[in-house]
């Protein structure tokens, strides 16, 4: 089952069982991918976008919301914090296993040294290789970081 068919699935489920939140939920993410099918459609793509898309976009449905939640612990807003955090989890359900730091490291490390990546300047080969190879598997942002750091001893 695709990932698309899987979150058509869970909605559905979520209006029979009258759940809010998940329904809320999984409509945001239908009308984030509809958007990007749209966006694609222009381009000559009418099969719409890929499972690996999708991946991508639902890691950005999650970084977007850990951004919110920082804005509202500013504003004091437990309310909306605990709505975007039941959100994200919410989210997480559609994404393979998450890789931790720790792993993330060896592939970072792997990737450069099999790769013969020397300098920040690679940094971009790198990013897209772990992109294609750990799509929804890995944050981004932290294997960033680990390769800046790599990079820089």
């Known amino acids: 089952m695709s ?12 209006i029979l069982d009258k759940n809010s939140l998940i329904t809320g939920t999984l409509r945001l993410i239908k009308s984030a991918i509809k958007d990007k099918d749209i966006a694609v459609r222009s381009n000559g793509n009418n099969e719409g976008i890929s499972d690996i898309e999708i991946l991508g976009l639902l890691q950005n449905l999650i970084k977007q919301r850990k951004d919110s939640i920082e804005s509202f612990k500013v504003a004091a807003r437990k309310d909306l914090i605990e709505k975007e955090q039941n959100e994200i989890e919410i989210i997480k359900t559609f994404l393979p296993q998450q890789k931790n730091e720790e792993e993330i490291k060896v592939i970072v490390e792997e990737l450069i040294n099999s790769n013969n ?5 690679d940094m971009g080969k790198l990013m897209n290789i772990v992109k294609s190879k750990f799509s929804g598997q890995v944050d981004m942002g932290l294997v960033s970081k680990i390769a800046k750091l790599k990079f820089e001893n």
Do not use: F, Q, V
């Open 3 to 14: 990932i698309r068919e899987n979150i058509d699935s869970h909605y559905k489920k979520s």
């Open 117 to 121: 990546l020397n300098s920040i300047k």
